[in-house]
């Protein structure tokens, strides 16, 4: 069974991203209404757009490099952790196998808090990029929006300046007789 389209009934999903800026300030968006297109505001539209692109671009470029950043910090983290095993069992005079040292660092709480913290920067930052093509695809729309009605009122336009009066022809044929 084929359903028609209805935007109204995804607005309970709340699809809000949750999002902190570099200034530690913290943003909730709503992708829907950053998408969304009035018909009756497109040349609006056209002139907001390149400011609220370059607003997501900035937010995922300074969410990517908090997440890179801390992609980093973990991995330090997680060497550190491993030398830490390493030099213990070298003190216990035994031998350590590389899957103990694997589960010796993933032990760690604050491995754990991080690798969460990361899940949640890897989401923002989709969430961001996946933003910004969407700025893109409604520019593009916006454009042959702003196109056909502009070609609408030059037709408008045009039909209003024409004035037909068939009695201003006869008088012209007559006037060659």
């Given at each position: 069974m084929n359903k028609t389209f209805n935007i109204e009934e995804f607005?309970?999903?709340?699809?809000?991203i949750k999002i902190e800026s570099s200034s530690g300030k913290s943003l909730d968006l709503d992708p829907i209404l950053i998408a969304q297109i009035d018909e009756s505001r497109v040349k609006e539209e056209l002139k907001i757009l390149p400011?609220?692109?370059?607003?997501?671009a900035k937010?995922?470029?300074d969410t990517k490099k908090k997440k890179d950043m801390l992609e980093i910090e973990l991995d330090d983290l997680k060497t550190d952790y491993a030398k830490e095993a390493r030099?213990?069992?070298d003190?216990?005079?035994r031998k350590i196998t590389n899957p103990e040292v694997k589960d010796y660092v993933s032990s760690k709480e604050d491995i754990r808090e991080k690798e969460r913290e990361l899940i949640g920067l890897n989401n923002q930052t989709t969430q961001l990029y996946y933003l910004?093509?969407?700025?893109d695809k409604k520019y593009d729309s916006l454009k042959s929006l702003s196109?056909?009605?502009?070609?609408e009122?030059?037709?408008?336009?045009?039909e209003d300046s024409i004035e037909i009066d068939p009695h201003k022809y006869e008088k012209h044929q007559n006037e060659k007789l």
């Amino acid at each position: 069974m084929n359903k028609t389209f209805n935007i109204e009934e995804f607005r309970d999903l709340h699809l809000i991203i949750k999002i902190e800026s570099s200034s530690g300030k913290s943003l909730d968006l709503d992708p829907i209404l950053i998408a969304q297109i009035d018909e009756s505001r497109v040349k609006e539209e056209l002139k907001i757009l390149p400011t609220q692109y370059i607003l997501f671009a900035k937010l995922y470029l300074d969410t990517k490099k908090k997440k890179d950043m801390l992609e980093i910090e973990l991995d330090d983290l997680k060497t550190d952790y491993a030398k830490e095993a390493r030099k213990d069992a070298d003190d216990a005079n035994r031998k350590i196998t590389n899957p103990e040292v694997k589960d010796y660092v993933s032990s760690k709480e604050d491995i754990r808090e991080k690798e969460r913290e990361l899940i949640g920067l890897n989401n923002q930052t989709t969430q961001l990029y996946y933003l910004c093509k969407t700025l893109d695809k409604k520019y593009d729309s916006l454009k042959s929006l702003s196109f056909m009605q502009n070609k609408e009122d030059k037709i408008d336009n045009y039909e209003d300046s024409i004035e037909i009066d068939p009695h201003k022809y006869e008088k012209h044929q007559n006037e060659k007789l």
